[in-house]
């Protein structure tokens, strides 16, 4: 699983070349979508207007909910100093979950914002994508 952090989601809407070619690809591959965490959405849009329009034009993006259990485990984890609700948010996407197989991968402009264990991707590197 993909997950697009609150970074990543506005470069997506600013039209990033190598998210908005991910975001592509993925639309012509059956199952695989990019993860965005609703909170991250949210402060997106908060940030840039109309953000959320550019990013949902993609079939490929889907908004993770914020359902009970992930609203008193982002609070948890912002109670105990992980960062903000859209970064918590982040975080607790990209945990394992019985309905998603595999490792998850954050995009992100900030990876230092995230525990060690959890795998992350500049998206500004210079290998991002095969972007040299």
Do not use: W
């Amino acid at each position: 699983m993909i997950i697009l952090d609150t970074g990543a989601v506005k470069a997506l809407a600013a039209g990033h070349e190598a998210l908005s070619l991910l975001a592509a690809n993925m639309a012509r591959t059956p199952g695989e979508q990019l993860r965005i965490p609703a909170l991250c959405l949210m402060q997106a849009e908060a940030d840039e207007e109309r953000a959320h329009q550019q990013v949902l034009a993609y079939s490929s993006v889907a908004v993770d909910p914020l359902e009970t259990m992930a609203a008193s485990t982002v609070g948890t984890m912002m109670r105990d100093g992980y960062g903000g609700p859209d970064t918590c948010h982040a975080l607790y996407c990209a945990l394992p979950r019985a309905e998603f197989t595999g490792m998850s991968i954050l995009l992100t402009e900030h990876e230092s914002a995230y525990p060690p264990g959890v795998v992350t991707v500049d998206i500004n590197s210079p290998g991002m994508l095969g972007f040299h």
